[in-house]
């Protein structure tokens, strides 16, 4: 297992880049389906899917192709693992949202059953995160964004991401999207599991493992949605 966590030949990367893909679909209809709020790009899915009639998959595919035409003021350049996330991770969670039942569905108390598929998603989404990463083919959209806008501005890293952060969400919540107990969960959580799960799995690029950092590049961001 280490082995395939750490080997740096591009069949393996692309191996770990779409399995990563597929997981964070996943996880995110997991904690959609919890029905106690998502992450604060997700609430703004929600809420775009919801005034455009849209499947939340598709709304999300559009955002991040929204999201890559900021790039090009910003000068940042998509990688391989970019462009396949803008594609797929919409894709993923639509068929996460078909498959999975809505907690509330369960028959089995309420809000046990809405933390179990909140915490599964939590989990589920760290585990992705640092496949993801790990592939080092190119950050995601949203934190390509963020590093770009550090970048261009010269602002510290936490002002930006949670500019754009509180921007979403409220933009979302405005436009129908789903904001509650899960939100401020993910936004708290996520970092710590995205860290200890890239700990965990051996993630490593260029033979050094990966911590947080502000920078962009192949040492990536551990943020709440470090893998898009």
Do not use: C, H, K
């Amino acid at each position: 297992m280490q082995r395939f966590l750490t080997s740096r030949r591009i069949s393996v990367r692309l191996v770990r880049l779409y399995l990563g893909l597929f997981a964070y679909g996943i996880a995110i209809a997991l904690i959609l389906r919890a029905g106690l709020g998502g992450s604060p790009w997700d609430v703004f899915g929600q809420g775009v899917a919801r005034t455009l009639g849209l499947t939340f998959g598709t709304s999300t595919i559009a955002i991040s192709l929204a999201v890559l035409l900021l790039w090009i003021p910003l000068r940042q350049r998509p990688g391989w693992g970019t462009l396949s996330n803008a594609a797929l991770i919409g894709v993923f969670a639509d068929f996460g949202l078909a498959v999975l039942p809505p907690a509330s569905s369960l028959p089995v108390w309420g809000p046990a059953a809405e933390a179990l598929f909140l915490g599964a998603g939590l989990a589920l989404l760290a585990f992705a995160s640092a496949l993801y990463i790990g592939a080092g083919l190119g950050p995601g959209p949203r934190d390509g964004l963020m590093t770009g806008l550090v970048a261009r501005t010269g602002w510290p890293v936490w002002v930006v991401r949670s500019g754009i952060e509180l921007s979403v969400t409220a933009i979302g919540w405005l436009l129908g999207g789903t904001v509650g107990v899960g939100t401020a969960v993910f936004a708290f959580a996520i970092g710590p599991l995205i860290q200890l799960a890239v700990r965990l799995l051996w993630v490593e690029l260029g033979g050094r493992r990966i911590v947080p950092a502000a920078g962009s590049g192949p040492v990536v961001p551990i943020s709440a949605d470090a893998a898009r």
